[in-house]
């Protein structure tokens, strides 16, 4: 690395659906976790109260967690669900300290460590496809207003929802990720999209983008390291392999399904798949007005 940048570890993980490492996986250490929602099955106050309880005991600078997308439960007849108190469920996340809860909502994460600090947003809205009664969907006429509050400065974007089109193979929704969410991710281009939902759609794209506004030039599917063996799944963006170059800001964009239970629901067996271990070169003094006045990566 050269002084003017760090190299960043984020943990990445998502629909966990009552599960803590020890129970299907185990979490590698880094600088960051982040878990792109689902935590629970149903929402309920001791499912939410369980999560919290072992994502406080996590060892990392910094977490990040989207809301779960159950904990308010429309309750549409035919469930046998008990409702738990919405406010209760939502102040477990809202007010614990030893994570960022986003809603979506924006903020700044900083790491003393590495001297760095990343625009982060997170957002637990996925499509409604009918077919389910969870909190945090939406009709498709409504997502360019759900996603028009990603700012332009956003480094790293966490939803729950794959864009569509990447990263969204799903045996339950054919219909895969948001058209709207990747018309989005073209104008404000991330540099990591971290994302779930769609279980069958685990893994990672780094995309290109075009010249022309919209389009994308290419899209490279990642091999997981990891899979059949004891190595960790690792996604190194950092270009420290020969003949690699760094992830571009502004230019590429990575996007990645890390979704840890493998299937869906009614589709086999319970079976799990690894963390995704995202290594990035990031500028240090990241969003320091005196040292770095423009927003983005760019360096």
């Not at 943990?11 to 960051?32: A, M, Q, R, W, Y």
């Not at 976790?33 to 629970?40: E, K, N, Q, S, V």
């Not at 009614?266 to 003094?285: E, H, Q, S, W, Y």
Request: hydrophobic share 35%.
């Amino acid at each position: 690395m050269t002084p003017r940048t760090q190299k960043l570890r984020i943990i990445c993980i998502s629909d966990t659906h009552n599960h803590s490492p020890g129970e299907g996986f185990t979490l590698p250490k880094g600088d960051v976790l982040i878990h792109a929602g689902d935590l629970t099955n149903q929402g309920s106050y001791a499912e939410i109260k369980k999560a919290v309880q072992w994502i406080e005991k996590a060892e990392f600078a910094v977490k990040v967690v989207v809301a779960d997308a159950a904990y308010e439960l429309k309750h549409a007849e035919g469930w046998r669900v008990q409702a738990s108190d919405t406010e209760l469920c939502r102040k477990l996340l809202m007010e614990n300290k030893s994570f960022t809860y986003l809603e979506n909502s924006s903020a700044l994460i900083e790491i003393p460590d590495k001297n760095v600090s990343l625009r982060v947003f997170g957002s637990p809205y996925s499509p409604d496809r009918g077919r389910q009664n969870w909190a945090f969907q939406y009709p498709e006429e409504r997502a360019e207003d759900i996603w028009s509050a990603i700012p332009d400065d956003t480094d790293v974007l966490v939803t729950h929802t794959p864009p569509a089109g990447h990263c969204d193979t799903s045996s339950h929704w054919l219909e895969g990720g948001c058209p709207g969410l990747l018309a989005t991710l073209e104008s404000v281009k991330p540099l990591l999209h971290v994302c779930g939902h769609c279980h069958e759609g685990r893994g990672a794209e780094i995309l290109r983008w075009g010249e022309h506004p919209g389009t994308v030039a290419s899209v490279r599917k990642w091999e997981d390291p990891g899979a059949g063996n004891k190595k960790q799944s690792l996604l190194d963006l950092t270009g420290s392999r020969a003949g690699e170059t760094p992830l571009e800001a502004g230019k590429e964009m990575a996007v990645v399904n890390a979704s840890m239970v493998a299937r869906s629901f009614g589709r086999g067996g319970m079976a799990f798949n690894k963390p995704i271990v995202v290594d990035l070169v990031v500028p240090v003094l990241r969003h320091k007005e005196a040292e770095c006045p423009e927003p983005g990566l760019s360096v």
